[in-house]
């Protein structure tokens, strides 16, 4: 599998993309077979679902105001985080951010991508 960086990150994207509207379709498919077509459009989404909001960022370390770290000023992200979860401990399948991001943005190691060979 010879692609670019950029055309890995694509094909990640997509792929992540069908498979969470896959998963979300499956979920309501038995729900939706029973609501005319006109209606199904007007339906709110469920309220029980988690709103879930992915942020990934390169090159940042624990230098937030809710991590502690006291001269850095980040109120926007001390609220996120206050509002949300915020993880305290990280941990990398591997040394570099190309391959790191791979697996974050497909859930796979990077073996199984064909990621593994990224560089920095």
Same mark, same amino acid.
């Given at each position: 599998?010879?692609?670019?960086?950029?055309?890995?990150?694509?094909?990640?994207?997509?792929?992540?993309?069908?498979?969470?509207?896959?998963?979300?379709?499956?979920? &309501?498919?038995? $729900? /939706?077979?029973?609501?005319?077509?006109?209606? !199904?459009?007007?339906? @709110? *989404?469920?309220? %029980?679902?988690?709103?879930?909001?992915?942020?990934?960022?390169?090159?940042?370390?624990?230098?937030?105001?809710?991590?502690?770290?006291?001269?850095?000023?980040?109120?926007?992200? &001390?609220?996120? $985080? /206050?509002?949300?979860?915020?993880?305290?401990? !990280?941990?990398?399948? @591997? *040394?570099?951010? %190309?391959?790191?991001?791979?697996?974050?943005?497909?859930?796979?190691?990077?073996?199984?991508?064909?990621?593994?060979?990224?560089?920095?």
């Amino acid at each position: 599998m010879n692609s670019s960086r950029r055309e890995f990150l694509s094909q990640s994207l997509r792929a992540s993309a069908l498979a969470a509207a896959g998963s979300a379709f499956a979920a &309501d498919s038995t $729900a /939706a077979a029973s609501i005319p077509d006109s209606a !199904a459009s007007t339906i @709110a *989404p469920k309220a %029980s679902r988690p709103n879930v909001l992915y942020i990934i960022m390169e090159d940042s370390g624990p230098n937030f105001g809710c991590y502690g770290e006291p001269l850095v000023q980040t109120p926007h992200l &001390d609220r996120l $985080a /206050a509002q949300g979860v915020r993880f305290a401990n !990280a941990f990398c399948t @591997a *040394p570099v951010c %190309s391959a790191s991001r791979s697996a974050l943005m497909t859930g796979c190691y990077q073996t199984f991508t064909g990621s593994h060979h990224h560089r920095t």
